[in-house]
T-cell receptor
Framework: KQEVTQIPAALSVPEGENLVLNCSFTDSAIYNLQWFRQDPGKGLTSLLLIQSSQREQTSGRLNASLDKSSGRSTLYIAASQPGDSATYLCAVRHSFGNEKLTFGTGTRLTIIP | GAVVSQHPSWVICKSGTSVKIECRSLDFQATTMFWYRQFPKQSLMLMATSNEGSKATYEQGVEKDKFLINHASLTLSTLTVTSAHPEDSSFYIC?????????????FGPGTRLTVT
């Protein structure tokens, strides 16, 4: 059974700092991995999607990497801003089609102005 | 990016009544949609997977007669909470699976907060 873990569970950093969120998964036979953010009382916003054949994806100040063989992904946020405060979730999909995502435990990020 | 809408965004109902929540993919067709519920400060819990034109697949422990799911078209899925009770109060989030060139990216709606009094 796939297990997805995110470390740390909570993180507070001053505004402007670069930071890294970690995601690890036990079964490396994945199809793709997604990073999401969730603001309090809201749904999930998809940030980045990495296919199993890719090593990284970038969107603005966000960069996600994937090392499938070691079961790890990282989300790098550059020049953090207070608006980045949210809970960040990673999730893996095992195969194409309708198989469900397995979510990580989440990292609650607070950017201190 | 692709957009998924939910309606209503919040609803208050009396115990014993039924509530219907709609989930629409606005700019893409979704053969597969998912329904989740989330309790405060907890992660999402998958309730069921629905495929257009067929019966939904429920996760273990989810009562299919209580949470009725209908995926009537490629852009619409509905969740009906029947005979709602206070313990059904939760945040319900739907998600649609988009397939653009085999990417299989999942998009989430903004959620519906249900309060049963």
């Amino acid at each position: 059974k796939q297990e997805v873990t995110q470390i740390p569970a909570a993180l507070s950093v001053p505004e402007g700092e670069n930071l890294v969120l970690n995601c690890s998964f036990t079964d490396s036979a994945i199809y793709n991995l997604q990073w999401f953010r969730q603001d309090p009382g809201k749904g999930l916003t998809s940030l980045l999607l990495i296919q199993s054949s890719q090593r990284e994806q970038t969107s603005g100040r966000l960069n996600a990497s994937l090392d499938k063989s070691s079961g790890r992904s990282t989300l790098y946020i550059a020049a953090s801003q207070p608006g980045d405060s949210a809970t960040y979730l990673c999730a893996v999909r095992h195969s194409f089609g309708n198989e469900k995502l397995t979510f990580g435990t989440g990292t609650r990020l607070t950017i201190i102005p | 990016g692709a957009v998924v809408s939910q309606h209503p965004s919040w609803v208050i109902c009396k115990s014993g009544t039924s509530v219907k929540i709609e989930c629409r993919s606005l700019d893409f067709q979704a053969t597969t949609m998912f329904w989740y519920r989330q309790f405060p400060k907890q992660s999402l819990m998958l309730m069921a997977t629905s495929n257009e034109g067929s019966k939904a697949t429920y996760e273990q422990g989810v009562e299919k007669d209580k949470f009725l799911i209908n995926h009537a078209s490629l852009t619409l899925s509905t969740l009906t909470v029947t005979s709602a009770h206070p313990e059904d109060s939760s945040f319900y989030i739907c998600s649609a699976l988009g397939d653009r060139q085999g990417d299989y990216e999942q998009y989430f709606g903004p959620g519906t907060r249900l309060t049963v009094t």
